[in-house]
Each structure stands twice: as C-alpha cells, then as structure tokens.
C-alpha cells in the first residue's frame, strides 16, 4: 500500500520555525521526485520545493528560497522541509507529492506541476500568526 505521510505543522508565531516530515512507503522511492506543496484557503495548490531521490537536485520557489530547507533521508524514505522565518502568508495546509521521473532517465526539471504528482499524503496545517 502507497503511503504518504506528512507532518510536523502547528501554530506558529511570525519569525518562527517549523520541521515538517514526509515518511514515505510502498513504492521505490528511488524512482520518485517528492514536492512539498501548499495550498491556503481561496487560492490553488503550489509547490514550493523539489528533490530528487536519486540525484538529490533541489528546488525552490522564490517566495521560501533563502527562508525554507528541503533534505532527504533515503534510508527513512522521508523528506524533510526545515522552515525558518515563516510568514503570515505561509499559513496553508502543506501536502507532499511524490512523482515517477524513472522514465524521464534524468531530462525533467523542477518545478513539476502539483497534478503531475502520483500520490499525495494528506495535508498538515501550518498557522502563522502576526
């Protein structure tokens, strides 16, 4: 069985950090690309950072670049996003995405579209208060 599953969001005051965490399971996390994506009320699902399991190449939205910290633990099949200096706009329920790039053999970039994703974990709510 696919599992995603995020978590680690909270409340959280203006300045603050957070660790949020994708435990993953049941399919070859080397073949996958995994996005943290967001979505806050009224507005569309995006994705803010990127890693590749098998390369380990990153991206960043510009909006959390400088302020926000994707990694990987392979041997946990967990991807983790550090947010330091969070915002009253970053207040969203956070999903992680993880999508097959095996068949890409390398030549796909970042950002991928949030419903190019395989699978999806359920949301965690991140609340930034001013």
């Known amino acids: 069985e696919v599992q995603l599953q995020a978590s680690g969001g909270g409340l959280v005051q203006s300045g603050g950090s957070l660790r949020l965490s994708c435990a993953a399971s049941?399919?070859?996390?080397?073949?996958?690309?995994i996005g943290w994506f967001r979505q806050a009320p009224g507005k569309e699902r995006e994705g803010i950072s990127y890693?590749?399991?098998?390369?380990?190449?990153?991206y960043y939205k510009n909006s959390v670049k400088g302020r926000f910290t994707i990694s990987i633990d392979n041997a946990k099949k967990t991807v983790y996003l550090q947010m330091n200096s969070l915002k009253p706009e970053d207040t969203a329920v956070y999903y992680c995405?993880?999508?097959?790039?095996?068949?890409?053999?390398?030549?796909?970039?970042?950002?991928?579209?949030?419903?190019?994703?395989?699978?999806y974990g359920k949301g965690t709510l991140v609340t930034v208060s001013s």
């Open positions: 995405g993880a999508e097959n790039v095996k068949y890409y053999d390398g030549n796909y970039y970042f950002p991928r579209p949030w419903y190019n994703m395989d699978y």
């Open positions: 890693i590749s399991s098998s390369d380990g190449r990153i």
């Open positions: 049941g399919f070859t996390f080397d073949d996958y690309a």
